[in-house]
């Protein structure tokens, strides 16, 4: 177990405790702040570590009850590792623009998915040859569409138990879909977001890749940590009759 100097130390070294400037900062976001430095603000990164641990408790909890958290971020400084670190617990996620209705219309999402499974499985089984080469390219050219659209949401078993965004800011439809469909949101949020309506704000630099690597990681290795824990099983209440 990491202890706190350690933990806030791993931090800093990533730049995780850069915001933005003090104009940029959004009110929700101020307790959170250390202080500034050349004009750019700092995160108190003591809280920041204080509110990673109550998230991997959280993403645990869910992963030994084989509930899935879905991860969401647009930023192509996220994109590879959205991709890589979902991907390696078999989690769905979203690594480029967030299709509106992915939550609140998912039986429509479920089946561009499920197309797009099809099509795959058939152009690797060579069930595609029967169609002329012009037909060919035309499915080829909608298979490339439907995998940048939907390829990472494939593992998805209905509706997620969680939603992880990388800056809810940017992520904004995400997050309002997440909240109508009551599903607690984990956000990593820089200086400029609203955490006002997040279930699990982790305050720190949301656009450096180092830093965000690190708290997908956290994440990530919080869930795998979780698969191990076995379910306590509930004991058979024998009644006595009197």
């Not at 995780?16 to 990164?45: C, M, Q, W």
């Not at 089984?125 to 037909?135: A, F």
Request: aromatic letters at 8%; hydrophobic letters at 35%.
């Amino acid at each position: 177990m990491k202890n706190l100097e350690e933990k806030v130390n791993q931090m800093f070294e990533v730049g995780a405790h850069f915001g933005y400037s003090h104009t940029k900062r959004h009110p929700s976001i101020k307790p959170f702040i250390f202080g500034v430095k050349n004009k750019v603000e700092i995160f108190d990164l003591e809280k920041t570590s204080a509110s990673l641990d109550e998230v991997k408790d959280f993403v645990k909890n869910l992963a030994s009850e084989k509930k899935q958290v879905l991860f969401v971020s647009s930023k192509k400084e996220a994109k590879e590792a959205i991709g890589l670190g979902a991907s390696s617990i078999n989690a769905p996620f979203v690594s480029g623009r967030w299709i509106g209705g992915t939550l609140t219309n998912y039986s429509e999402i479920k089946k561009r998915v499920d197309k797009f499974q099809k099509l795959e499985d058939e152009k690797e089984k060579g069930l595609l040859s029967k169609y002329t080469k012009k037909e060919r390219l035309l499915i080829d050219r909608e298979i490339d569409k439907l995998e940048t659209k939907f390829s990472g949401l494939t593992s998805m078993e209905g509706l997620p138990s969680a939603l992880f965004v990388v800056d809810p800011k940017k992520e904004e439809i995400a997050v309002s879909e997440a909240i109508e469909k009551r599903i607690p949101i984990i956000a990593l949020a820089g200086s400029d977001c609203n955490i006002k309506n997040i279930d699990y704000p982790i305050t720190a630099n949301d656009s450096s890749k180092a830093s965000i690597q690190f708290f997908v990681s956290e994440i990530v290795s919080a869930y795998e940590e979780g698969k191990k824990i076995v379910p306590e099983k509930k004991e058979d209440v024998k009644i006595i009759k009197k």
